[in-house]
C-alpha cells in the first residue's frame, strides 16, 4: 500500500496537499456528523429498529473522530464550513423527508447513498493514504458495509411498498452525488484519487446496494443514470 502512495510520489507534508486535505478530510468528518445525526432520527422514525440504530449512530460518532485524528496527525484544520455547504443538498432532503415521516427516503439517503459515497471514498483514499489515516480509513470502511446492509435489509423487507418512493428518492437525489463528486474532483485529485474511480466505485457500490434491495439489471440502469450526464 505504502508502495504504491510511492509510485505516485506524494508529499504529505506539502501546502498543496495540506490545502486540499482540509476539505477532503472535513468531508469525511462530516459526512460522519451527518450519518450519526441521521441514524438518531432514523431511530424515532422506526422504534422497533431503536437499538440497532442507535448503536450505528455511536459508532459513525467514533468515526468522526477518527477521521478528526487524521487531520491532526497531518497538522491540518478542517474546513467544516465547506463541509457542511457540499452536504447540504441532501441534509435538507432528509430532513424533509423526515418531518414527513418519508422512511424510505431517508433510508435511501443515509443507507444506501450517503453509505456507498463513503465506501467509494474510502476505498480509493486507502491505498494513497498516509500509514496513520490508512489504518483509520481501514477500520471504517468494515463499519460502513454493516451500515450499509442495514438499509438493503429494512428495504428489501419492504421492497413491494418502498419501490415507488425509492425511485422517486432516486430521482431527487442521485443528481446531488454527481454534483458531489465534481465539486470533490480536483481536491481528490490531489490526494491522488482519481475522479473516475470515484465514479465507478460508487456506481458500483450503489448498483449492488439495489440489487440486493429487489431492483433488477435494467431498473438499476435506469436509476443509475439519472443526474449522471456531466459527471
Not at 505504502?2 to 505516485?8: S, T
Not at 486535505?21 to 460522519?32: D, H, K, L, Q, W
Not at 448503536?55 to 468515526?63: A, D, G, Q, T
Not at 432532503?93 to 443507507?111: D, H, P
Request: hydrophobic fraction near 45%; charged fraction near 25%; charge should be negative.
Amino acid at each position: 500500500m505504502q508502495q504504491l502512495a510511492a509510485e505516485f510520489e506524494i508529499d504529505f507534508n506539502s501546502e498543496t496537499y495540506k490545502d486540499a486535505y482540509s476539505r477532503i478530510n472535513a468531508i469525511v468528518i462530516e459526512g460522519e456528523q451527518e450519518a450519526h445525526e441521521n441514524y438518531i432520527k432514523l431511530a424515532q422514525l422506526l422504534p422497533e429498529s431503536q437499538d440497532e440504530l442507535i448503536r450505528l449512530s455511536k459508532m459513525e460518532s467514533r468515526h468522526k473522530k477518527g477521521f478528526e485524528a487524521c487531520g491532526r496527525n497531518l497538522q491540518v484544520t478542517p474546513d467544516l464550513q465547506f463541509a457542511k455547504k457540499f452536504f447540504l443538498g441532501l441534509h435538507e432532503n432528509f430532513q424533509t423527508a423526515a418531518a414527513a415521516g418519508k422512511v424510505v427516503t431517508c433510508l435511501l439517503i443515509q443507507s444506501l447513498i450517503i453509505e456507498c459515497f463513503a465506501i467509494a471514498a474510502y476505498n480509493i483514499y486507502i491505498p494513497v493514504a498516509d500509514d496513520f489515516a490508512r489504518k483509520i480509513t481501514e477500520g471504517v470502511v468494515k463499519d460502513e458495509y454493516s451500515h450499509l446492509n442495514f438499509g438493503e435489509v429494512w428495504l428489501k423487507e419492504n421492497f413491494t411498498e418502498a419501490k415507488a418512493e425509492l425511485e422517486e428518492a432516486n430521482r431527487q437525489n442521485l443528481p446531488i452525488v454527481w454534483k458531489m463528486l465534481n465539486e470533490v474532483a480536483d481536491d481528490a485529485q490531489v490526494l491522488a484519487m482519481e475522479k473516475e474511480a470515484l465514479v465507478e466505485d460508487f456506481m458500483i457500490q450503489y448498483g449492488e446496494a439495489l440489487s440486493n434491495i429487489g431492483f433488477t439489471t435494467r431498473d438499476i440502469m435506469r436509476l443509475s443514470a439519472y443526474g449522471l450526464t456531466g459527471a
